[in-house]
Nanobody, 127 residues
Framework: QVQLVESGGGSVQAGGSLRLSCVAS????????MGWFRQAPGKEREGVATLASDGSTTYADSVKGRFTISKDNGLNTLDLQMNRLKPEDTATYYCESLGRYCSGAYPGLLHDAYPYWGQGTQVTVSS
């Protein structure tokens, strides 16, 4: 059974940094596609950054150059380093897993394709 637990959220002023971490269990972490998604109040969940099985990454245009996704196969963790945060980055951030291998551009940032996610961690950026 896939289990994902996020941590690292908090409140920060604009321009600050946070590092989110997701601990995964219950599946072959090293080969499965995973990513970070976020949902702001009143908005649909959107993709932030994903990591494919071959190590390739995909970022939303709004976070390119500011956020970095990475994983540690030994610790079964997926991290999201967020720098130069903006008020519009305020949202609940979710770690999601495809639950299988993926290649190429699919599913990328398509939230509906990922069947597993954690409880989320809140990020609040004040101006």
């Amino acid at each position: 059974q896939v289990q994902l637990v996020e941590s690292g959220g908090g409140s920060v002023q604009a321009g600050g940094s946070l590092r989110l971490s997701c601990v995964a269990s219950g599946y072959t972490f090293s080969t499965y596609c995973m990513g970070w998604f976020r949902q702001a109040p009143g908005k649909e969940r959107e993709g932030v950054a994903t990591l494919a099985s071959d190590g390739s990454t995909t970022y939303a245009d709004s976070v390119k150059g500011r956020f970095t996704i990475s994983k540690d196969n030994g610790l079964n963790t997926l991290d999201l380093q967020m720098n130069r945060l903006k008020p519009e980055d305020t949202a609940t951030y979710y770690c999601e897993s495809l639950g299988r291998y993926c290649s190429g551009a699919y599913p990328g940032l398509l939230h509906d394709a990922y069947p597993y996610w954690g409880q989320g961690t809140q990020v609040t950026v004040s101006s």
